[in-house]
T-cell receptor, first 113, second 111 residues
Framework: ETGVTQSPTHLIKTRGQQVTLRCSSQ?????VSWYQQALGQGPQFIFQ???????GRGNFPPRFSGLQFPNYSSELNVNALELDDSALYLC????????????FGPGTRLTVT | QKEVEQNSGPLSVPEGAIASLNCTYS??????FFWYRQYSGKSPELIMS????GDKEDGRFTAQLNKASQYVSLLIRDSQPSDSATYLC???????????FGAGTRLAVHP
C-alpha cells in the first residue's frame, strides 16, 4: 500500500508569483483534501476534491484553486502569492464521507519572500 | 464560527506517567473526532479516531468522547520521551469530511 506523497518538499517564491503543489493519494482513496498550516497553528481546511470536482471549500480566496485527476491525484494552485501564504501545505487522502479517516502526506513548505 | 479549542501547553509529564490532553468543540453537528500527533517539522500522523460516546482504547492510547459536554480527550499511559510532540484534536464538519482542527497541545515527556 502506497502512502500519500507530495511534491515538492520545499519551495521559495516571490510575492506575486504563482505556485503549483502536487499530491498523490494513498492507493484506494478517492478523496483529497488540502490544508494550510501556519507556524504554531492547527491545519486549516482549504478545499476537498472528490470525483474530480471541488466538494467543499474553506475560507480561502479564489486565487487558491485545485484540480483532481482520474487517478485521484491532485494539484493545489495559488496565484498572486502574498507573504501570508508562507505555510506548510498539507494534502490528506481518504474515502468520501464524514466518518472516514484522513491520512496526511509529508507536506510542502512554501516560503514567500 | 465552528471551533475546536485546545490548551496550547506545554504539558510536561515525567516518563511513565499518564498524559491527559483535552479538547472542546462548538459544532454540535460534528460526529467524528480524530487525534493526530505532529512532531516538529513533520506532518500530522493519525493516532486515534472516535465516533461514539465513551472510551476507545488502542495500546497506550485511550480516546474519550462526551457529545453532551462537547468534550474529547486523549490519555497516553506510560508516557515515553518519544511521545513528546504536538497533539492536534480535529472534528469533522459538514456532510463531507472537512476537518476542523484545534491549535494543538504541546506535550513534553521528561526522563
Amino acid at each position: 500500500e502506497t502512502g500519500v506523497t507530495q511534491s515538492p518538499t520545499h519551495l521559495i517564491k516571490t510575492r506575486g508569483q504563482q505556485v503549483t503543489l502536487r499530491c498523490s493519494s494513498q492507493s484506494g482513496h478517492n478523496t483529497v483534501s488540502w490544508y494550510q498550516q501556519a507556524l504554531g497553528q492547527g491545519p486549516q481546511f482549504i478545499f476537498q476534491y472528490y470525483r474530480e470536482e471541488e466538494n467543499g471549500r474553506g475560507n480561502f480566496p479564489p486565487r487558491f484553486s485545485g484540480l483532481q485527476f482520474p487517478n485521484y491525484s491532485s494539484e493545489l494552485n495559488v496565484n498572486a502569492l502574498e507573504l501570508d501564504d508562507s505555510a506548510l501545505y498539507l494534502c490528506a487522502s481518504s474515502f468520501q464521507g464524514a466518518d472516514y479517516e484522513q491520512y496526511f502526506g509529508p507536506g510542502t513548505r512554501l516560503t514567500v519572500t | 464560527q465552528k471551533e475546536v479549542e485546545q490548551n496550547s501547553g506545554p504539558l510536561s509529564v515525567p516518563e511513565g506517567a499518564i498524559a491527559s490532553l483535552n479538547c472542546t468543540y462548538s459544532d454540535r453537528g460534528s460526529q467524528s473526532f480524530f487525534w493526530y500527533r505532529q512532531y516538529s517539522g513533520k506532518s500530522p500522523e493519525l493516532i486515534m479516531s472516535i465516533y461514539s460516546n465513551g472510551d476507545k482504547e488502542d495500546g497506550r492510547f485511550t480516546a474519550q468522547l462526551n457529545k453532551a459536554s462537547q468534550y474529547v480527550s486523549l490519555l497516553i499511559r506510560d508516557s515515553q520521551p518519544s511521545d513528546s510532540a504536538t497533539y492536534l484534536c480535529a472534528g469533522s464538519s459538514g456532510g463531507y469530511n472537512k476537518l476542523i482542527f484545534g491549535a494543538g497541545t504541546r506535550l513534553a515527556v521528561h526522563p
